[in-house]
């Protein structure tokens, strides 16, 4: 479904991506982990459009996107969750699912709102409440249930579980498994690579901008180098 090749890109003249090379088949969940500043972000970033490639190619569904602008990728299925969730904490929490139905004016965005609500219920019970009053893993949820409502065939996570207390990174990282039983495919950035590897079908490793290891997230588990690297084991 998304196939990346050889991919670059720069902040100024400083190279961060140095060739990354991932591919995400349909259905999958495909997490990349690595540490803090690897360039995880600047990836989904170069995925979504908003950060500039220098080299190399994105296709999606069969089409180059390398060059086709953010708006227009969102309306081709690839939709992305923001690191910080990005939510709009003055409108309500139905208002901000309704923004990321903005493709859309058919009658099928009340059942999107009716099923996000069903796979959140305490996003229905707060539904007419600011989005702001919502506690952190709230605000995931309901930015995770907005990119949904934009009817995604493939979702890119980035870090859902940072800055949530422990029981709510494992409810986050519950809800991207879930995903896959709808039908979303998801590539899931994170630190926390314990979490995403275990929800994950494969991964990948980076380091300073380079795909350094892949393979089924199973094996990548108990890998003794990434189990001492990142799993703290
Ligand atoms: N806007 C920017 N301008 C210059 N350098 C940047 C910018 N954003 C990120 N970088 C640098 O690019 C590198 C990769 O950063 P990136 O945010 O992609 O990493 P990351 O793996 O996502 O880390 P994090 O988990 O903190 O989001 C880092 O060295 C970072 O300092």
Do not use: W
Not at 39 to 57: E, N, Y
Not at 130 to 136: I, K, R, V
Not at 226 to 231: K, P, T
């Amino acid at each position: 479904m998304l196939t990346v090749e050889g991919l670059r890109s720069r902040y100024g003249r400083i190279e961060v991506l140095h060739g990354i090379d991932l591919d995400v088949a349909s259905g999958e969940i495909v997490t990349v982990v690595g540490a803090n500043g690897a360039g995880k972000t600047t990836l989904l970033k170069c995925l979504s459009g908003i950060q500039p490639v220098s080299a190399g190619s994105i296709v999606f569904r069969g089409e180059a996107l390398t060059t086709v602008p953010a708006h227009a990728r969102v309306r081709r299925g690839l939709a992305q969750s923001p690191e910080g969730r990005q939510i709009f904490t003055n409108l309500t929490v139905e208002e901000n699912l309704r923004l990321g139905a903005y493709l859309f004016s058919d009658d099928k965005v009340e059942r999107d709102r009716d099923d996000a609500f069903a796979m959140f219920p305490i996003l229905k019970e707060k539904r007419n409440l600011a989005a702001g009053g919502l506690s952190g893993g709230q605000q995931q949820m309901l930015a995770i249930a907005r990119a949904l409502m934009g009817r995604p065939s493939c979702l890119l996570l980035d870090e859902p579980s940072m800055g949530l207390a422990p029981i709510l990174v494992a409810q986050i990282f519950d809800v991207v498994k879930s995903l896959k039983a709808l039908g979303v495919t998801v590539l899931l950035v994170e630190q926390n690579a314990f979490g995403a590897l275990s929800v994950a079908d494969r991964g990948y490793v980076m380091e300073t901008g380079r795909i350094t290891m892949s393979g089924p997230a199973a094996e990548l588990i108990a890998d003794e180098r990434i189990r001492a690297a990142y799993l703290g084991i």
